[in-house]
């Protein structure tokens, strides 16, 4: 039925329809040239009773019959049914052309689309040109049909319709997929074209495979070359490995998965192994120019294998071949970063000079740079502080260390404020270079430091207190020598008495400070520290690629920062301030510690001054009898000794400091009882001051 009838109401149309069955004024169209203008129109070609209608059916486009040929109503409706077809060819050839148009080429895996769809066309070209051939066979005659010969070979739109069903729907899922892909690319047109796969006809299922199997060789072929060469080729972003452009660290920054181009056979776990890979190859030449990972007979075995299995449907074999690659890939970049590059000899310089494990060097360097710390920090300098670092090296065993480890330690300076001294701002630092700053990066670095602070500030103490116990022992002796004097010749020196039990709390005082300092050193140095070193060797030892081993260096240093007091995430205060955690009360217990200088300090220089004038007034003694004069006279002043308010002023100063220390470290237990890590809760009882609490 034509377009101008359907077009009018249901009344009418019938009317219309019978009337053009009773015109007797029209030559009837032979079946056989029907069915030539359907075969032409299967393949969007014009003929003489089948046009093409580019705004018909809501602009969508069909073909229409002329409706002014001698064609039945039944016959018209059976060729506007098999002309759907025609509309289909023309709507996939658009699509298919698509990519050959200039300026909307689009990427490799677009193009293996439109290929594979041109291979579907062809196809169908193969089976027009096979109707076209029957079509120009002659049907029956009346004669023959009575003698029973009914001329096999000729086409019909009976047979038509038989010929033409199975590629109908095959160009309706060809056309269907073309229309839902139209605006996608990459990993993400394979993605969308596999889950149209998953159909309950198996005719719809076996032409969308071979869709998929073509349009997945330009991404085969992409992981191959950046698998076994390093080589990206994605210009149009199609690859689930791309590129980022930074260049400052290119194992962490260089390279990303792009989720969305991922295909959904691609497990994340194996375009991971797919990104480490090719990234190891291009890791390997910018550090030290390496292309060759594995011999060339080995690489071409693999990537044999690699080819002859590159098919979705045997994506297993494929994987297996991309895990033998990454395996070999990742074996030779860690066996370079253990050997060429020495990163374990690194990471142990990193534990003996900037976590102070080699003692006598630290030792050294502290005696030589302690009269020139305690000096304003705006007065350093880095050049004379770097050769107090050469000295203290030529000083100690550190001089045997190899010659690049040594050549990597120097001394900085932090930018200083107005009342901290070098102890402030000195920092022992190593320069970490290309590739080992891969695994130990700057922020890495700042951990290390956060360390370094911890452990030079407590060196600092020991050797502070140790200062405190020379000058009391220097207290002792000139208290024994006046004690002496002052028995020997019947000279009162007042205050003695006192300053030998305020040179007693300061004894004690001073021992429970060197035991705090102690046992916290030894716990880091060996219940942390040499725990943590062990554990972090034994995953080196079995870490199987780059990533596994900066996840056992990121742990190592985790657990360091953790068990060293530098974590304040306390169980019961979320919220609580840096400075009323661990690391605040911490650093006011290490404060106290070195400030107890002070007060002994002034204790000695008042014991110093009684000794002085006692001496003098001893000297006078022996002069006049020397003279054979009386050594004392009634005009002799009595001596002054240890004026009894600088006692008091001491006295008080020494008995706030034990008050605040013992203060602080009641609060610092408390802390260490409520962290969720074990070996800190054990600290309580090795600190071993429950006497305080």
């Known amino acids: 039925m034509s377009a101008a009838v359907s077009n009018l109401p249901a009344p009418q149309a019938g009317a219309l329809a019978r ?42 486009g069909g073909f229409e019959v002329d409706s002014q040929a001698g064609i039945s109503a039944v016959e018209r409706q059976v060729l506007l049914v098999l002309s759907e077809i025609g509309w289909l060819f023309k709507h996939i050839q658009a699509h298919a052309s698509s990519c050959s148009e200039s300026g909307v080429a689009g ?11 041109q291979a579907e066309l062809s196809e169908f070209y193969h089976l027009m040109a096979v109707l076209q051939e029957q079509s120009l066979r002659e049907g ?29 729907i095959r160009m309706r899922g060809l056309a269907g997929i073309a229309d839902a892909v139209a605006h996608l690319e990459g990993g993400a047109l394979i993605n969308a074209v596999d889950a149209l796969a998953q159909h309950g006809d198996s005719l719809v299922q076996q032409f969308i495979s071979r869709t998929l199997q073509q349009m997945c060789q330009p991404l085969f072929q992409m992981a191959r070359e950046w698998v076994f060469d390093g080589r990206l080729n994605n210009a149009g972003a199609e690859f689930f490995v791309g590129s980022t452009g930074l260049s400052d660290d290119l194992w962490r920054n260089g390279y990303r998965l792009n989720d969305n181009m991922r295909p959904s056979f691609i497990s994340k776990q194996m375009a991971g192994t797919i990104l480490r890979a090719g990234k190891s190859i291009n890791f390997l030449r910018q550090c030290s120019s390496e292309g060759e990972w594995i011999n060339g007979k080995e690489r071409s075995a693999m990537l044999a294998v690699a080819c002859t299995s590159s098919s979705y449907r045997q994506i297993g074999q494929w994987e297996h071949a991309i895990n033998d690659a990454a395996a070999a890939i990742d074996k030779h970049l860690l066996n370079a970063m253990f050997t060429k590059y020495s990163l374990v000899k690194h990471c142990n310089a990193l534990k003996r000079y900037l976590l102070l494990g080699q003692g006598d060097f630290i030792q050294t360097l502290m005696d030589l740079l302690g009269p020139d710390l305690g ?22 065993n550190a001089q045997f260390d190899d010659a690049d480890i040594l050549d990597r330690l120097r001394v900085k300076l932090a930018k200083p404020t107005a009342m901290e001294t070098g102890w402030d701002v000195f920092i022992l630092w190593y320069d970490m270079k290309e590739p080992l700053s891969s695994v130990i990066t700057g922020q890495a670095m700042s951990g290390y430091l956060r360390l370094f602070r911890l452990l030079w500030t407590l060196k600092r103490v020991e050797h502070t207190l140790n200062r405190v116990w020379q000058v009391m022992s220097g207290i002792q002796r000139q208290l024994a020598t006046i004690q002496g004097l002052t028995s020997q010749y019947g000279l009162p020196c007042p205050g003695v008495e006192s300053v030998w039990l305020e040179l007693r709390h300061c004894h004690c005082l001073r021992n429970e400070m060197a035991h705090f300092c102690t046992d916290l050193q030894t716990y880091i140095m060996f219940e942390v520290l040499e725990t943590a070193w062990d554990i972090f060797m034994t995953q080196l030892q079995a870490a199987t690629d780059l990533d596994t081993v900066i996840a056992a260096h990121n742990q190592y240093l985790e657990t360091l920062l953790k068990k060293a007091l530098l974590d304040d995430n306390v169980a019961d205060r ?11 009360h911490l650093h006011i217990i290490l404060r106290h510690m070195l400030n107890l200088m002070g007060p002994v300090a002034r204790l000695n220089e008042a014991v110093t001054m009684a000794a002085a004038e006692l001496r003098g007034q001893v000297d006078l003694i022996k002069h006049r009898q020397s003279l054979s004069q009386w050594g004392i006279t009634e005009q002799d002043k009595e001596l002054v000794g240890v004026p009894s308010d600088t006692l008091n002023e001491l006295h008080n100063l020494l008995q706030d400091s034990n008050k605040q220390f013992r203060h602080q470290q009641r609060d610092f237990v408390h802390l260490l009882a409520t962290q969720a890590h074990v070996d800190l809760r054990y600290l309580i009882f090795r600190l071993d001051i429950s006497d305080t609490i």
């Open 375 to 396: 000096n304003k920090a705006g007065e350093m300098s880095e050049y004379q502080l770097n050769g107090s670092l050469d000295a203290a090296i030529r000083a100690s």
């Open 574 to 584: 979320p919220g609580a301030a840096a400075q009323n955690g661990l690391q605040g």
């Open 107 to 117: 990427g490799t895996i677009r193009q293996s689309f439109c290929s594979a769809l």
């Open 19 to 60: 009337r053009e069955l009773e015109r007797t004024d029209f030559e009837v169209v032979a079946e056989s040239v029907l069915a030539r203008d359907v075969i032409y129109a299967c393949q969007g070609i014009d003929s003489k009773y089948l046009r093409f209608n580019a705004v018909s059916k809501h602009n969508l």
């Open 140 to 168: 029956p005659k009346p004669d023959n049909l009575s003698s029973g010969q009914t001329g096999a070979g000729y086409l019909t739109l009976r047979r038509l319709i038989v010929w033409l069903a199975e590629p109908k």
